[in-house]
């Protein structure tokens, strides 16, 4: 699967899962880290559980199973790498403290509108 192919269909579990405020970053010509950032907030440790696993298990079953899982056990960001593309699944207040979108402002913004199903 193409790198923003991978990404997409992340972003389509993640809203399914009724994820919020779902963000796609390309990142190819910043870092050598991914292609595409997805972020993503959970409204409590529950979704964050079942957003990341979610994301998980439906990769896994289109043959891409992430390189590497961290964070579980913090309860507030989940980060899954799959390789191109890195996940962050994070609760609100974790993602304003953090503020990725801020740390990586030099990415460009994937637009997401023909995608998500709620904004």
Known sequence: M???ELALELVKILDSKKGGDIRMLHTTELTSLSDYLVI???NSTTQIKSLSEACE???KSLGEAPKNVEGRRGNTWVLLDFYSVIVHV???ETRAFYDLERLWGDATQVDLSDVLTKN
Request: charge should be negative; include cysteine; aromatic fraction near 0%.
């Open 2 to 4: 193409e790198p923003k």
């Open 40 to 42: 993503c907030t959970a």
């Open 57 to 59: 298990e439906e990769m």
């Open 90 to 92: 994070l609760t609100e």
